[in-house]
């Protein structure tokens, strides 16, 4: 049975704690700060004690004990969910099957799309996803560095820096079509075409993220720089057009003397292996790989599954 995590699971998720492994899945946040952890199990008795926070919990009970618990919910816009977390006993992907199967119904009744999820490179998990309509999008290579004090010194760039700016809510428009520029069809195909599909589908480095533009001098948007900082780490992603290749190195040295820590990781994409090559030429080195998933959501998904309970 598969139905919503319930204030009184306490006993059962501490059961299930004993027999977890680490996460199956993660957010851009969490690729960039270690990876999926190991069960928390704290985390997970306070969210089922929230009401926001249970809405968007899934368990899979066997005989009374949890098998599976995933959380789950709207990326940033209601038309685009994401696997955030997947928790599988004994870490038995055929386990995952179902659970990432019927997260659908709820979430075609709360308008999306499509599902996302971010899995390990080569993970037994990514072959039972496709089972369960999800296919590959692209791979993803985390970067990171031990120390940020070097960088700037193996960064070839011109005498003067680059103007960035703050972004602004106008820039939507421009920045969708840096995105489409960008981005190869058949991945737009699957993530979503039009400037409605991007803003929901869109994937931020959380709260108190900083997020600059530079803009190039016709009129278009020639890069954007997102950066983070937390306890652990200094985090931060770019994005850049064709055009604006030659600043490339001046809006990575913008990202890396922006730092006040030690450790620097960011993220990037297969399809941008200039940028790959880049940071791996000034000092990054690889620390993870992963595989970003989707599922379309578009054809009628039944409203009563014999598996799906509701909430008692």
């Not at 870490?91 to 799309?113: C, H, M, N, R, T």
Request: charged share 20%; net charge positive; aromatic share 8%.
């Amino acid at each position: 049975m598969i139905r919503h995590l319930h204030p009184t699971d306490s006993p059962r998720l501490l059961k299930f704690s004993q027999s977890a492994g680490r996460g199956e899945t993660c957010t851009m946040l969490r690729a960039l700060t270690g990876g999926p952890l190991g069960f928390p199990i704290v985390k997970y008795a306070g969210r089922a004690l929230s009401l926001r926070a249970w809405q968007r919990c899934w368990v899979q009970i066997h005989r009374g004990e949890i098998q599976a618990i995933l959380y789950a919910g709207p990326r940033s816009g209601a038309q685009s969910w994401e696997v955030s977390e997947l928790y599988l006993k004994n870490s038995s992907p055929k386990l995952a099957a179902d659970l990432l199967e019927q997260i659908s119904i709820p979430a075609v009744a709360a308008g999306a799309s499509r599902i996302f999820a971010r899995v390990p490179a080569n993970s037994a998990l990514s072959d039972e996803a496709k089972k369960v309509g999800y296919s590959f999008l692209y791979r993803e290579h985390i970067l990171g560095t031990g120390s940020s004090n070097s960088l700037a010194s193996n960064i070839p760039t011109a005498n003067q820096s680059i103007n960035l700016r703050y972004r602004e809510a106008s820039d939507d428009y421009r920045l969708f079509k840096l995105h489409n520029a960008t981005t190869p069809t058949n991945i737009k195909q699957k993530s979503g075409q039009t400037i409605e599909d991007w803003l929901a589908g869109y994937e931020g480095l959380g709260g108190h993220t900083t997020e600059l533009i530079f803009d190039m001098n016709n009129g278009e948007i020639g890069g954007m720089l997102q950066q983070k900082s937390i306890r652990s780490g200094h985090m931060f992603q770019i994005k850049y057009s064709n055009e604006a290749t030659s600043e490339l190195p001046e809006l990575i040295l913008a990202a890396v003397t922006r730092s006040k820590e030690d450790r620097v990781t960011t993220s990037v994409q297969e399809f941008r292996p200039m940028l790959s090559h880049f940071l791996l030429t000034i000092g990054f080195r690889q620390l993870a790989e992963y595989e970003v998933m989707v599922k379309p959501l578009a054809e009628p998904i039944p409203e009563v599954s014999p598996t799906l309970a509701t909430i008692g």
